[in-house]
T-cell receptor
Framework: DGGITQSPKYLFRKEGQNVTLSCEQNLNHDAMYWYRQDPGQGLRLIYYSQIVNDFQKGDIAEGYSVSREKKESFPLTVTSAQKNPTAFYLC??????????????FGEGSRLTVL | AQSVAQPEDQVNVAEGNPLTVKCTYS??????LFWYVQYPNRGLQFLLKYITGDNLVKGSYGFEAEFNKSQTSFHLKKPSALVSDSALYFCAVRANTGNQFYFGTGTSLTVIP
């Protein structure tokens, strides 16, 4: 079945460490997204990519980095510069193009806790 | 600026009663509108979408939503609530140009047995 796989599901990190969250999709979607979810704040866009080797900052990109070397993969690195990294992180993908009326497809999320 | 508002953080309804979760939006041009559901520690699941055509859209699990252009609303409804409908619901909007989605802050629905 096609879908989006995020790993790990749960991750613990010490302050000052970088961590990388994996996101892989086999839906053949061009666009991929990373969102951060905090209680009561909905989903906030961190980064998105509409094509391989290109990505744009979202609303809260500071302290995060991404790469898009392959269409299927969009890993997110949470750096030590991110002041409050404890959150639930969601990866999503969608079709693109002028005829696109499609929705976002989400992975199951990764919960990062900084100790 | 594009935005989505879900005015109620929490909605409680008795099992078997109709439910409504409200959503209003502000977006330039003709919007594409979506509803998602999220269970604890899970990703968001797509429920339904409005693109064009009939203002009443039917989706998964018996949910439906009504698009009202004059009120810029897209309320989620279900005629008879189930305990298993208890979850967090998100409204989202995308302009018909571009690929950015905008989400509301979510409404926690509790269906009381």
């Amino acid at each position: 079945d096609g879908g989006i796989t995020q790993s790990p599901k749960y991750l613990f990190r010490k302050e000052g460490q970088n961590v990388t969250l994996s996101c892989e999709q086999n839906l053949n979607h061009d666009a991929m997204y990373w969102y951060r979810q905090d209680p009561g704040q909905g989903l906030r866009l961190i980064y998105y990519s509409q094509i391989v080797n290109d990505f744009q900052k979202g609303d809260i990109a500071e302290g995060y980095s991404v790469s898009r070397e392959k269409k299927e993969s969009f890993p997110l690195t949470v750096t030590s510069a991110q002041k409050n990294p404890t959150a639930f992180y969601l990866c999503a993908s969608s079709r693109t193009g002028p005829q696109n009326t499609g929705e976002l497809f989400f992975g199951e999320g990764s919960r990062l806790t900084v100790l | 600026a594009q935005s989505v508002a879900q005015p109620e953080d929490q909605v409680n309804v008795a099992e078997g009663n109709p439910l409504t979760v409200k959503c209003t939006y502000s977006v330039s041009g003709n919007p594409y509108l979506f509803w998602y559901v999220q269970y604890p520690n899970r990703g968001l699941q797509f429920l339904l979408k409005y693109i064009t055509g009939d203002n009443l859209v039917k989706g998964s699990y018996g949910f439906e939503a009504e698009f009202n252009k004059s009120q810029t609303s897209f309320h989620l409804k279900k005629p008879s609530a189930l305990v298993s409908d208890s979850a967090l619901y998100f409204c989202a909007v995308r302009a018909n140009t571009g690929n950015q989605f905008y989400f509301g802050t979510g409404t926690s629905l509790t269906v009381i047995p």
